[in-house]
């Protein structure tokens, strides 16, 4: 739910970029008045992403669903793995909205719908009403990833700064996740010494006013290009033909949503780990800011260490074994001292290595409609977690200790066996 959502929307906005050669851009506006209002759309994306990112409920997930909830871990993660099936059944469609009617609109609406799920969703301990708040968020999701970071790009390249989108997206990244960092603890607290419930309600009023900031951005796509009338089923088609045919894409597409949504199971089972190290719950959120705080210093160190390395390819494959490495010393180590920066470690190194494949994705998207061929990239990655959701649950039931070893096991395998060449980054 929403450690799913907010994971989708910061899932691909490193890869909405385009050439600044792309064949088809028109004359960049030099108004005064104009380019100010280009500039305001990206503090405002800011600021959207930050308001977006107050995530109550990040720092006791587990205890929201098992405690007030009712429900056991594996409820928990077929619950979730509904929700990657939604997602994956309105990820095109979305996409295809923000590409065919306005990227401004999928926005509004998907930040409004947010807003209203919460609401939703703290309202009753009941599945029914777990489902209802999956399906909105879920709808809400796919209307923002990948549209958000397609909008920044738009605006940038009405200013002539394309080649500032990744010094960008990490800025918006980062903003996002201080916001996760600063709630998750207030939501920590809130749950301990209020009502979980509440956590979750208190989100709408963030979320309310995420809608009204992206009220007042300005659509830069419809003036920068002369948008052919296309077909709606022309749009949604684009997306899958484009990977189909890119072989490159495919490999580099494929081999960074693997790894990275085996990591993300950490997010869903970490405060089990932590239940069994006898932790207090008030105390939750506070490791969930710190997961927050160690990705923020990976997604601005990495972009300036990977200009100085020679051999990428051997240095994505390090890069990825230090996660499952991570994985393995975490089953094996009972020890909040060392539990505690191995975890840290596996968040950072795990979701920071899609920096890496910024600029080589880059290059291989050539289609106009890239909120749609992004999408499609997130509807193959919440293909694998529909899957992998309740195989993880009914393993965590079993033994969350041989869980982890397994997961790490895999992530190592897969960098081994990684199909990515050196030209290839």
Known sequence: MTAEYCEKNEEFENLSIENGNTEGTQS????????NKWNANLWKSYLFNFLMGLHLISGVLLPFFMTWGKLTFVEVMLLQSYFTMMVLLF??????IADYVSRKFSLILGAFITAVAALIYGSYPNIIIFVIGETLWA????????????????????????NDISQVIAKNRSFMLIGIGISAPIGSMIGAYFSLNLVMIFMFFPFIIATIVSLTLKEPNHELEEVKAEKYLTVIKSGFKELINNKILRILAFEMITTESIVFFLIWTYQLYLEALNFQLVF??????????????????????????????????????VPG??????????????SIPLILSIIGFGFSRRIIFIKSINNQIESQNRATVISTIN??????????????GYLVMWNL???????????????MLSKIKTEYL
């Open 139 to 162: 709808f809400a999701g796919a209307l923002i990833s990948g549209t958000d970071q397609a909008f920044i790009y738009d605006s940038l390249r009405k200013l002539g700064r394309e």
């Open 325 to 338: 490495i991570g994985f393995i010393l975490v089953a094996l180590i009972y020890y909040i001292p060392i």
């Open 379 to 392: 509807m193959i990655s919440s293909l694998i977690r529909t899957i992998l959701y309740p195989l993880i």
């Open 28 to 35: 960049i506006v030099h108004d005064k008045s104009d380019l």
């Open 91 to 96: 990820e095109i469609p979305c996409g295809a």
């Open 401 to 415: 200790s041989t869980t982890f070893i397994l997961l790490g096991a895999i992530i190592i395998i897969c960098a």
């Open 284 to 321: 939750f959120g506070f490791i969930g800011a710190s997961m927050t705080i160690i990705q923020i210093v990976f997604f601005n160190i990495i972009p300036k260490l990977e200009n100085k390395v020679r051999n990428k390819r051997r240095f994505l494959r390090l890069y990825t074994i």
